[in-house]
Protein backbone atom coordinates (compact mmCIF):
# COMPACT_ATOMS: atom_id res chain seq x y z
CA UNK A 1 0.00 0.00 0.00
CA UNK A 2 1.46 3.24 -0.49
CA UNK A 3 1.07 6.11 1.86
CA UNK A 4 0.03 9.38 0.38
CA UNK A 5 2.30 11.79 1.82
CA UNK A 6 0.70 14.83 -0.09
CA UNK A 7 -2.72 14.02 1.40
CA UNK A 8 -1.08 13.41 5.19
CA UNK A 9 0.88 16.92 4.77
CA UNK A 10 -1.93 18.65 3.60
CA UNK A 11 -4.14 17.76 6.10
CA UNK A 12 -1.32 17.69 8.84
CA UNK A 13 -1.12 21.74 7.36
CA UNK A 14 -5.08 22.40 7.41
CA UNK A 15 -5.02 20.94 11.18
CA UNK A 16 -2.21 23.16 12.13
CA UNK A 17 -4.25 25.89 10.56
CA UNK A 18 -7.13 25.23 12.82
CA UNK A 19 -5.46 24.59 15.71
CA UNK A 20 -3.22 27.87 15.20
CA UNK A 21 -6.58 29.99 14.32
CA UNK A 22 -8.23 28.03 17.26
CA UNK A 23 -5.55 29.48 19.54
CA UNK A 24 -5.28 33.03 17.90
CA UNK A 25 -9.37 32.86 18.86
CA UNK A 26 -9.23 32.37 21.99
CA UNK A 27 -5.91 35.04 22.73
CA UNK A 28 -8.13 37.79 21.07
CA UNK A 29 -11.50 36.61 22.97
CA UNK A 30 -9.40 36.22 26.36
CA UNK A 31 -8.13 39.35 25.96
CA UNK A 32 -12.25 40.51 24.88
CA UNK A 33 -13.40 38.95 27.99
CA UNK A 34 -10.64 40.29 29.90
CA UNK A 35 -11.22 44.13 29.37
CA UNK A 36 -15.13 43.17 29.80
CA UNK A 37 -14.15 41.52 33.02
CA UNK A 38 -11.81 44.45 34.51
CA UNK A 39 -14.88 47.31 33.46
CA UNK A 40 -17.36 45.45 35.02
CA UNK A 41 -15.45 45.22 38.02
CA UNK A 42 -14.67 48.93 37.61
CA UNK A 43 -18.64 49.99 36.76
CA UNK A 44 -19.22 48.00 39.77
CA UNK A 45 -16.55 49.92 42.27
CA UNK A 46 -18.11 53.26 41.04
CA UNK A 47 -21.68 51.88 41.86
CA UNK A 48 -20.55 51.13 45.38
CA UNK A 49 -18.79 54.21 45.73
CA UNK A 50 -21.84 56.30 44.67
CA UNK A 51 -24.49 54.03 46.85
CA UNK A 52 -21.26 54.27 49.70
CA UNK A 53 -21.81 58.10 49.57
CA UNK A 54 -25.69 58.47 49.10
CA UNK A 55 -25.94 56.22 52.04
CA UNK A 56 -23.75 58.51 53.93
CA UNK A 57 -25.19 61.60 52.93
CA UNK A 58 -28.48 59.78 53.63
CA UNK A 59 -26.95 59.44 57.54
CA UNK A 60 -26.01 63.09 57.72
CA UNK A 61 -29.34 63.92 56.88
CA UNK A 62 -31.09 62.16 59.32
CA UNK A 63 -28.87 62.64 61.95
CA UNK A 64 -29.00 66.82 61.24
CA UNK A 65 -33.49 66.02 61.07
CA UNK A 66 -32.34 64.24 64.75
CA UNK A 67 -30.61 66.81 66.51
CA UNK A 68 -33.21 69.63 64.79
CA UNK A 69 -35.86 67.27 66.60
CA UNK A 70 -33.93 66.89 69.77
CA UNK A 71 -33.85 70.70 69.87
CA UNK A 72 -37.45 70.78 69.00
CA UNK A 73 -38.45 68.86 71.90
CA UNK A 74 -36.25 70.41 74.09
CA UNK A 75 -37.70 73.62 73.00
CA UNK A 76 -41.31 72.31 73.68
CA UNK A 77 -40.32 70.77 76.69
CA UNK A 78 -39.00 73.83 78.67
CA UNK A 79 -42.11 76.10 77.33
CA UNK A 80 -44.58 72.72 78.90
CA UNK A 81 -42.50 73.63 82.34
CA UNK A 82 -42.30 77.20 81.92
CA UNK A 83 -46.06 77.55 81.38
CA UNK A 84 -46.85 74.94 84.19
CA UNK A 85 -44.98 76.99 86.87
CA UNK A 86 -46.06 80.17 85.77
CA UNK A 87 -49.84 78.45 86.21
CA UNK A 88 -48.47 76.95 89.34
CA UNK A 89 -47.40 80.17 90.99
CA UNK A 90 -50.99 81.78 89.53
CA UNK A 91 -52.64 79.32 91.18
CA UNK A 92 -50.85 79.86 94.13
CA UNK A 93 -51.23 83.48 94.36
CA UNK A 94 -55.10 83.30 94.09
CA UNK A 95 -54.73 80.93 96.97
CA UNK A 96 -53.01 83.21 99.16
CA UNK A 97 -55.36 85.73 98.06
CA UNK A 98 -52.30 87.71 97.07
CA UNK A 99 -54.22 87.90 93.81
CA UNK A 100 -57.83 88.45 92.93
CA UNK A 101 -59.66 88.33 89.58
CA UNK A 102 -61.85 90.80 88.33
CA UNK A 103 -64.16 90.98 85.23
CA UNK A 104 -65.16 94.62 83.50
CA UNK A 105 -69.00 95.04 83.68
CA UNK A 106 -70.42 97.05 81.61
CA UNK A 107 -71.88 100.20 83.49
CA UNK A 108 -75.40 100.13 82.34
CA UNK A 109 -75.68 96.31 83.12
CA UNK A 110 -74.48 96.87 86.98
CA UNK A 111 -77.74 98.98 87.85
CA UNK A 112 -78.47 98.96 91.06
CA UNK A 113 -75.41 96.86 91.64
CA UNK A 114 -73.34 97.79 94.96
CA UNK A 115 -69.81 97.00 92.74
CA UNK A 116 -66.59 99.44 93.35
CA UNK A 117 -66.73 101.89 90.15
CA UNK A 118 -62.85 102.83 91.61
CA UNK A 119 -59.72 101.39 90.20
CA UNK A 120 -57.17 100.16 92.45
CA UNK A 121 -53.14 101.03 92.21
CA UNK A 122 -52.50 97.80 89.99
CA UNK A 123 -55.55 98.52 88.02
CA UNK A 124 -55.60 99.23 84.71
CA UNK A 125 -59.00 100.23 83.87
CA UNK A 126 -59.76 103.78 85.22
CA UNK A 127 -63.22 104.43 86.91
CA UNK A 128 -64.62 100.65 85.28
CA UNK A 129 -67.20 98.90 87.17
CA UNK A 130 -65.27 96.02 88.12
CA UNK A 131 -66.27 92.49 90.26
CA UNK A 132 -63.98 90.09 91.90
CA UNK A 133 -64.55 86.29 91.32
CA UNK A 134 -64.74 83.84 93.97
CA UNK A 135 -61.62 82.37 94.26
CA UNK A 136 -62.60 78.74 93.86
CA UNK A 137 -64.50 80.61 90.07
CA UNK A 138 -60.92 81.56 89.46
CA UNK A 139 -58.98 78.20 90.29
CA UNK A 140 -61.09 76.93 87.68
CA UNK A 141 -60.85 79.56 85.06
CA UNK A 142 -57.49 79.57 85.49
CA UNK A 143 -57.30 75.19 85.20
CA UNK A 144 -58.96 76.23 81.75
CA UNK A 145 -56.61 79.04 80.34
CA UNK A 146 -53.78 75.84 81.97
CA UNK A 147 -55.06 73.32 79.71
CA UNK A 148 -55.25 75.90 76.88
CA UNK A 149 -52.15 76.88 76.85
CA UNK A 150 -50.70 73.30 77.14
CA UNK A 151 -52.71 72.75 73.59
CA UNK A 152 -51.40 75.83 72.07
CA UNK A 153 -47.75 74.82 73.15
CA UNK A 154 -48.66 71.15 72.16
CA UNK A 155 -49.87 72.27 69.04
CA UNK A 156 -46.88 74.36 67.99
CA UNK A 157 -44.70 71.40 68.76
CA UNK A 158 -46.38 69.06 66.20
CA UNK A 159 -46.04 71.94 63.69
CA UNK A 160 -42.09 72.49 64.40
CA UNK A 161 -41.77 68.77 64.09
CA UNK A 162 -43.95 68.46 60.51
CA UNK A 163 -42.27 71.66 59.16
CA UNK A 164 -38.55 70.13 60.44
CA UNK A 165 -39.54 66.94 58.44
CA UNK A 166 -40.63 68.38 55.46
CA UNK A 167 -37.33 70.41 55.49
Not at 48 to 70: G, H, I, P
Not at 123 to 139: F, G, K, M, N, W
Request: net charge neutral; charged share 25%.
Amino acid sequence: MVVPWKLIGVLALVLAGFGSAWQFQDWRYGKQLAQQAQQHAETLNQLTQAAATAQQAEQDKRLALEQRLAASEQTHFRKMTDAQRDQDRLRDRLATADLRLSVLIDADSAGGCSVSAASGPGSVDHAAVRARLDPAHAQRIVAITDEGDRGLIALQACQAYVRELNK
